[in-house]
C-alpha cells in the first residue's frame, strides 16, 4: 500500500511557474511508476507526465512537453513536477500516481494505481 500526499498548487498568472511534489508513504517508489494526472471542472481526469522508476525514461502529453519536467527523488521517496510557462488551460487538480511495474524503464501507468488527494492549481489570464 501507498500512500501518496501532493502539495505545492496554488494561484499564479499566466506565463508563471510552480513546482508540485509528492511524497509517497508506506512503500518505497522505486518499485513504482510514478506520474501526474489532472482534471479540470468538466471534463475527464488526464494524463500530464510519468517517469520510470529509475528516473531514466520520461513521457509527457504533448499539451505540456516542453514547459512542465517531472523528476523523482528515489532516496526522499518524492517526485515533483515542475511547471513553466503556465496557461489558463493548465487550470486543474493535480494528482501524483504510483503503480508498480516489474520493468525498470517502463512509462506506463495502468493497473492497480495509487492516486493523492490531488492540489489544486489556477492559472489567472
Known amino acids: 500500500q501507498v500512500q501518496l500526499v501532493e502539495s505545492g498548487g496554488g494561484l499564479v498568472q499566466a506565463g508563471g511557474s510552480l513546482r508540485l511534489s509528492c511524497a509517497a508513504s508506506?512503500?518505497?517508489?522505486?518499485?513504482?511508476?510514478t506520474g501526474w494526472f489532472r482534471q479540470a471542472p468538466g471534463k475527464e481526469r488526464e494524463f500530464v507526465a510519468s517517469i520510470s522508476r529509475s528516473g531514466g525514461r520520461t513521457s509527457y502529453a504533448d499539451s505540456v512537453k516542453g514547459r512542465f519536467t517531472i523528476s523523482r527523488d528515489n532516496a526522499k521517496n518524492t517526485m515533483s513536477l515542475q511547471m513553466n510557462t503556465l496557461k489558463p488551460e493548465d487550470t486543474a487538480v493535480y494528482y501524483c500516481?504510483?503503480?508498480?511495474?516489474?520493468?525498470?524503464?517502463?512509462?506506463?501507468?495502468?493497473?492497480?494505481?495509487?492516486w493523492g488527494q490531488g492540489t489544486q492549481v489556477t492559472v489567472s489570464s
Open positions: 500516481a504510483a503503480a508498480f511495474s516489474p520493468v525498470s524503464e517502463s512509462v506506463g501507468i495502468y493497473g492497480h494505481v495509487y
Open positions: 508506506g512503500r518505497a517508489i522505486s518499485d513504482y511508476v
